[in-house]
C-alpha cells in the first residue's frame, strides 16, 4: 500500500486567554480535525481526535452536526500528538504530558487504530508515553469496552455518563437506546481494572437539564 509520511498541517490556531491553545489541523485530503492543548502547573494535555466528525448523535455536541466522514488512521492519530507538542517544545518533557481521546470521534469505533496509536505512543522507540497518561473517553459502546479491556497495551478508560437516569441519558446521547445505562454500568463493574487503575466518569454539567440536587 502507499504510505504518507509527515504531520498534519496547522490551518489555524485559537488560543484563549487560560493558556489553552485550539489547533484546526488539516489532513492529507484536506480534511480538518481539531487538537487542543491544555496546560496546567505540572502538567500538560493535549486532547486529541480519532476520526473526523463523529457518528455518536450526543445532544450538546457540535461534532454531532458532521456526522462521520471517516476514521483517522494510527499516524494522524500520533501526528496530533507530534503536532501540538513539537510547537510547544513538550517532547523533551513527556514525564508531564497527558493525552486525552476525547476531541472529534468516539474512539471505540476506530479501535484498531486507536491501539495502534497507543502502542506508539507508548513505545519506548517511539514517543515513550507512559499508558497511564492516556486516557480514552467514550460514550458507552459496550461490546467494544469488552474488547479494550483484552488489548495488552491500551489507555485507561473514561466514561462520558453526562446523566443520572437511563431518560434522560438517552434523551442527551441517544446512544442509550442501543447501549443501555444499566448494562453500561454493569459492563464497567466487570472491567479488567490494572493494578494502578481507576475508572473515570465524566458529566457534563447542562442548566436546568442534568444538574438537580436529584441528578
Same mark, same amino acid.
Do not use: Q
Given at each position: 500500500g502507499s504510505h504518507t509520511v509527515g504531520l498534519p498541517r496547522l490551518a489555524r490556531r485559537y488560543e484563549s %486567554? *487560560? !493558556? @489553552? /491553545?485550539?489547533? &484546526? #489541523?488539516? &489532513?492529507? *485530503?484536506?480534511?480538518?480535525? +481539531?487538537?487542543? #492543548?491544555?496546560? +496546567?502547573? !505540572?502538567? *500538560?494535555? $493535549?486532547?486529541i481526535s480519532t476520526q473526523v466528525g463523529c457518528p455518536v448523535d450526543c445532544k450538546f455536541c457540535m461534532t454531532a452536526l458532521m456526522g462521520l466522514e471517516r476514521n483517522l488512521t494510527a499516524g494522524e492519530i500520533v501526528g496530533q500528538v507530534l503536532f501540538v507538542a513539537r510547537e510547544n517544545g513538550l517532547l523533551e518533557q513527556s514525564a508531564r504530558l497527558n493525552i486525552v481521546m476525547m476531541g472529534m470521534g468516539e474512539p471505540l469505533l476506530n479501535l484498531p487504530n486507536v491501539i495502534k496509536a497507543t502502542r506508539l505512543l507508548t513505545d519506548a522507540q517511539g514517543v515513550g508515553l507512559s499508558p497511564r497518561r492516556i486516557t480514552l473517553s467514550t460514550s458507552g459502546i459496550i461490546p467494544k469496552i469488552v474488547e479494550l479491556g483484552c488489548e495488552p497495551v491500551r489507555p485507561k478508560l473514561a $466514561? %462520558? #455518563?453526562?446523566?443520572s437516569t437511563e431518560e434522560q441519558r438517552q434523551e442527551l446521547m441517544p446512544i442509550t437506546r /442501543?447501549?443501555? &445505562?444499566?448494562? #453500561?454500568?454493569? @459492563?464497567c463493574k466487570q472491567y479488567p481494572l490494572r493494578p494502578w487503575e481507576k475508572l473515570t466518569f465524566e458529566y457534563a454539567l447542562l442548566k436546568g437539564v442534568n444538574d438537580s440536587d436529584a441528578d
Open positions: %486567554s *487560560d !493558556g @489553552t /491553545k485550539r489547533y &484546526l #489541523l488539516e &489532513l492529507e *485530503d484536506h480534511r480538518t480535525i +481539531e487538537a487542543v #492543548l491544555m496546560p +496546567e502547573p !505540572g502538567r *500538560d494535555t $493535549i486532547c $466514561i %462520558s #455518563l453526562n446523566a /442501543k447501549y443501555h &445505562l444499566a448494562d #453500561l454500568i454493569a @459492563t
